[in-house]
């Protein structure tokens, strides 16, 4: 291999490897259900960085969620490397039944929760978004979300 191309392998190389940002992995891929299980959408509110670690929780226990993940590139010592950060930071899309939900609260990651009055709108876009992302469409993270 070329040193050149040695180097731009190494350049692009990830600091980690991306977390789960969807469990489960299909929950877009189907029309959206009418309340499985009484599940609804949660919109949680998380302490400064700690998204990832809520989704981590969630996925341990099986509760579905979504946390969109977009890919960061930083230059440091003179190497790119890639991160993936939230594209909304301080928030995790839950999908839950009261107790999956009462689950979640229990996480010391959570500041607040925010519910979901229109329920097909959110689903309606997050599935977009998370066709977006599988894009690979450039997307810049947001620092806020405002209702409709």
Known sequence: MSSRLQQEVCTAMPILAAETELYPENLFVELP????????WWVLHT???????LARQLLE?????????IPHRNRVRGRILTSHIPLFTSY?????????RLTALVRTA?????????????????????RLIETGAPITPEDRLQSA
């Open 61 to 69: 226990y099986q509760v579905p969620f979504f946390l969109p993940l």
């Open 47 to 53: 302490r400064p960085r700690q998204e990832k670690s």
């Open 92 to 100: 995790v899309f839950l999908l839950a039944n009261q107790q999956e």
């Open 110 to 130: 959570l500041s607040c929760r925010l519910k979901v009055s229109d329920q097909d709108r959110l689903w309606n876009d997050l599935r977009q978004i998370h």
């Open 33 to 40: 259900p009418e309340e499985p299980c009484g599940r609804t």
